[in-house]
T-cell receptor
């Protein structure tokens, strides 16, 4: 199994600012993903974090708004840029050892934009 | 595009009951299906993973089945306990890329 730690766990952010969320996995994993869970809704995939290259974004999400880094096999960051109240969500990091294997999730980062 | 639906959206049962949560998906060409639990204010905890070649998986009081041809999975919880109260999410992976499509979840309340 993999243990995933996210920082910060919660934050209240001012409109127009940016915040970077860190995701650390306790073992090397092949795949890392970032999801968003808006209030009362299910999870939506933002992007696949690719090691050493640009992330692969899903429809509706762009790099300028959600820049992602993945410098190695155990660490990734997601930045939420120029935040508005609509960005108030839980942002979750997930990882999988190999394709088809169990997907593990972090505890999530709860962002409130005021 | 894969769509995942979970029924019911909410369920309330007395302690000790056996119950079934349902998950359906539109594209049967899946790679695997995973059931998660989410407690309020928490992230997701993986409960069971079923590969596309498997029919069911069991862990303790939990049993998950998969019928690819009909696009359905069920999560059976035996002898429910108040500690089982949570939101249960079903996620389907279409390819070996590891990405998953999630249902909206079933919020379960088990009353003492």
């Amino acid at each position: 199994s993999a243990v995933i730690s996210q920082k910060p766990s919660r934050d209240i952010c001012q409109r127009g600012t940016s915040l970077t969320i860190q995701c650390q996995v306790d073992s090397q994993v092949t795949m890392m993903f970032w999801y968003r869970q808006q209030p009362g809704q299910s999870l939506t995939l933002i992007a696949t974090a690719n090691q050493g290259s640009e992330a692969t974004y899903e429809s509706g999400f762009v790099i300028d708004k959600f820049p992602i880094s993945r410098p190695n096999l155990t660490f990734s960051t997601l930045t939420v840029s120029n935040m508005s109240p609509e960005d108030s969500s839980i942002y979750l990091c997930s990882a999988s050892g190999t394709a088809g294997n169990t997907i593990y999730f972090g505890e999530g980062s709860w962002l409130t934009v005021v | 595009k894969q769509e995942v639906t979970q029924i019911p959206a909410a369920l309330s049962v007395p302690e000790g009951e056996n119950l079934v949560l349902n998950c359906s998906f539109t594209d049967s060409a899946i790679y695997n299906l995973q059931w998660f639990r989410q407690d309020p204010g928490k992230g997701l905890t993986s409960l069971l993973l079923i590969q596309s070649s498997q029919r069911e998986q069991t862990s303790g009081r939990l049993n998950a089945s998969l019928d690819k041809s009909s696009g359905r999975s069920t999560l059976y919880i035996a002898a429910s306990q108040p500690g089982d109260s949570a939101t249960y999410l079903c996620a389907v992976s279409d390819t070996n890329a590891g990405k998953s499509t999630f249902g909206d979840g079933t919020t379960l309340t088990v009353k003492p």
